[in-house]
């Protein structure tokens, strides 16, 4: 397959120098398709943002290769891979005096002159992608004013702009009350199908995922990725295998987690 982002034989970690390395996760060999919303997800240092990172071009594998529609992303320069890939982060960025407008109109800076000035094409480009995470309500606002719900909108048309074929965002919904998070998977998953781009994002809100991902990336404790479809993994068992525990455990028929009795009696 020649579009979507295909990660072969690749393991990632940290380099401790003298030669010496730390695998987080070993031998990966998957992909995730063009119009298709791909969710990584996992317990809690399992390696998810290590993965992301490295796909991200933000550290370096120890091993195998990353490519995006048949290229090579490590033999990218820097600016070649910010017209091909954008990435929105967990951190809550510094604002300044921008207004939501002048943020999304950054995204576009991969593909100007070296003075930085927007065309016409360039200015519209800002527009529809601000209209795309419906937004134009928020444009000339500053971000200053904007709640963390509106601001991950305007981040998202932002990373939009820069009209990527690969969209990596970190933990999207970290910030957001339960009805934002569900509006921004819905969000994001209306971006891979209506803009037809590969989309990963990872994420702690497996319920959600289980309902509105196409297809699940899922890590072990063990440093084990497993790929599949939300259903093919429940039915495999591996989301009970991964999250259970003595007081959590998976339901398959319910796509839920439940609360299990503790030792003393109590049961929910």
Do not use: C
């Amino acid at each position: 397959m020649s579009r979507g982002l295909r990660l072969e034989q690749l393991t990632v970690g940290y380099r401790l120098g003298w030669g010496r390395t730390k695998e987080v996760v070993r031998d990966i060999d998957v992909t995730a398709r063009s119009g298709e919303l791909t969710a990584l997800i996992g317990p809690n240092g399992t390696g998810k943002s290590t993965l992301l990172r490295t796909i991200a071009g933000l550290q370096k594998g120890l091993a195998g290769s990353i490519s995006l529609d048949g290229n090579d992303l490590a033999r990218m320069s820097a600016s070649e891979r910010a017209r091909h890939q954008s990435i929105v982060l967990t951190e809550r960025v510094a604002p300044g005096r921008l207004t939501a407008r002048e943020l999304v109109g950054l995204g576009r800076h991969p593909h100007t002159g070296f003075d930085g000035r927007l065309s016409a094409r360039d200015h519209r480009i800002v527009e529809e992608s601000i209209a795309a995470v419906g937004a134009a309500e928020l444009a000339d606002r500053d971000l200053a004013e904007l709640s963390d719900g509106e601001r991950q909108r305007i981040m998202t048309a932002r990373a939009l702009a820069q009209q990527p074929r690969l969209l990596l965002m970190d933990e999207p919904s970290a910030f957001l009350d339960a009805p934002g998070r569900v509006a921004q998977a819905g969000l994001v998953r209306r971006i891979a199908t209506q803009q037809d781009v590969v989309v990963v994002i990872s994420t702690h809100e497996v319920e959600l995922m289980l309902q509105l991902a196409d297809r699940l990336w899922l890590l072990d404790r063990s440093g084990n990725l497993h790929d599949g479809t939300p259903a093919e993994l429940v039915e495999r068992g591996i989301l009970a295998d991964v999250f259970d525990s003595e007081d959590l455990a998976f339901d398959p028929v319910t796509g839920t987690f439940r609360l299990v009795a503790d030792a003393a009696g109590w049961s929910p």
